[in-house]
Structure formats: structure tokens, C-alpha cells
T-cell receptor, first 114, second 113 residues
Framework: DGGITQSPKYLFRKEGQNVTLSCEQN?????MYWYRQDPGQGLRLIYY???????QKGDIAEGYSVSREKKESFPLTVTSAQKNPTAFYLC?????????????FGEGSWLTVV | DAKTTQPPSMDCAEGRAANLPCNHSTISGNEYVYWYRQIHSQGPQYIIH???NNETNEMASLIITEDRKSSTLILPHATLRDTAVYYC??????????????FGKGTTLSVSS
């Protein structure tokens, strides 16, 4: 079945460690996105990529890094520079049509700093 | 900025229609309105989108005003499983290179028996 797969579902990080969240899609979508969601809040855009080997910062990119070496993969690294990383992280993809831009989401990853 | 305004919460009795309003007064002529919903701890699920005509699918109906400054998502017969956060969104310019769908806080719909 086509879709977006995020892993791991739950991840614990020690202070000062970098962690990487995986996102893979088999929908042949050009654009991929990472959002962060805090409890009771909406989604905030961290990074997005419209094409392989290119990506752009969203509203809250500080303390995060991404790569887009393959069309189907868009991993997110939460670095030690991110001071409050505990949150729910959502990966998404879309076909990158300038008019219609329906986004499809993965099931999310919970990151907790211990 | 989300470019849309929604009430923070709404209640609905099971079996009744749920009408969720959204204001998007700054929407431009060729921008679509999208509706998603998110059940706790899951990724948002696409519901419907529209430009200026009313739209209906198996999940919901979307009514867009003639001036396109507001819309209403209608769940005709709400069930307990429709309890979720509902997001009304339009595309916004971000960074230098493009646009993305920006999600605000949405409306928390609580369906009760």
C-alpha cells in the first residue's frame, strides 16, 4: 500500500544527544515536510523540500537539520542545539501542484528528552 | 500566520449535523480551502477541499460563501468517532522558494451521546 512511514514511533533522547527521525514515502511525491506539534497546539513547519537535494527552512528550523538525498526519503535530525525537543513530529508529502496541494501525513513520532 | 480563523471548540450531539465555520478573509482568487482533521496522537487526515463551488464527498460537505471569505465544513450525521481537531487551512508563502499548508490550532469538535 502507498503511504508515508515514520520511525520510530517513540524515541527517548538524553540531553546533548542528536537523534534522527526517519520518513519514507512511496507515493512518488515531490514535496516533503516536517512539522512539530506541542500538546494542545497546531502544527508548526520545521523544514520542507520540493525537490531532491534542496530544502527550505520553515518557521522553527533552529536546532533541526534535514537532508533529501532521495525522492522518497526526508530524515529529520534533532540536534543538541534544540533546547526543547520534546514534542510530536509529523512528516508529510504532497505532489507539489501549484494549485492543489493535498498533503498526506505519516502517523507521527513522539520524541521525549530524558 | 495561519490566515484562517476558527472557533477553538464546538460540541455536537451524536447523530446531529456538525457545522464547523472558518473565516479566510484574505484568501486570493486561486487559492483552495482545505480541511483536515486530527485524532489524538495521529497524523492529520485529509477531508475535503474546494475553490468556490460547494463540494461533497463520503466524509463531509464544504460550503464556501460567494465572496470566498468564509466556509463551513458539514459532517451530516456526527458520530463519536468524529471527535477530533478540525483544521481549515489555505496555502501561505513561506521562505523564499515556495508555499506550504500552515496549520493553526483548529477547532476541537466534541461529539457526545
Amino acid at each position: 500500500d502507498g503511504g508515508i512511514t515514520q520511525s520510530p514511533k517513540y524515541l527517548f533522547r538524553k540531553e546533548g544527544q542528536n537523534v534522527t527521525l526517519s520518513c519514507e514515502q512511496n507515493l512518488n511525491h515531490d514535496a516533503m515536510y516536517w512539522y512539530r506539534q506541542d500538546p494542545g497546539q497546531g502544527l508548526r513547519l520545521i523544514y520542507y523540500s520540493q525537490i531532491v537535494n534542496d530544502f527550505q527552512k520553515g518557521d522553527i528550523a533552529e536546532g533541526y537539520s534535514v537532508s533529501r538525498e532521495k525522492k522518497e526519503s526526508f530524515p529529520l535530525t534533532v540536534t543538541s542545539a534544540q533546547k526543547n525537543p520534546t514534542a510530536f513530529y509529523l512528516c508529510a508529502s504532497s505532489i507539489l501542484d501549484r494549485v492543489i496541494d493535498t498533503i498526506y501525513f505519516g502517523e507521527g513520532s513522539w520524541l521525549t528528552v530524558v | 500566520d495561519a490566515k484562517t480563523t476558527q472557533p477553538p471548540s464546538m460540541d455536537c450531539a451524536e447523530g446531529r449535523a456538525a457545522n464547523l465555520p472558518c473565516n479566510h478573509s484574505t484568501i486570493s482568487g486561486n487559492e483552495y480551502v482545505y480541511w483536515y482533521r486530527q485524532i489524538h496522537s495521529q497524523g492529520p487526515q485529509y477531508i475535503i477541499h474546494g475553490l468556490k463551488n460547494n463540494e461533497t464527498n463520503e466524509m463531509a460537505s464544504l460550503i464556501i460563501t460567494e465572496d470566498r471569505k468564509s466556509s463551513t465544513l458539514i459532517l451530516p450525521h456526527a458520530t463519536l468517532r468524529d471527535t477530533a481537531v478540525y483544521y481549515c487551512i489555505v496555502r501561505v508563502e513561506i521562505g523564499q522558494a515556495g508555499t506550504a499548508l500552515i496549520f493553526g490550532k483548529g477547532t476541537t469538535l466534541s461529539v457526545s451521546s
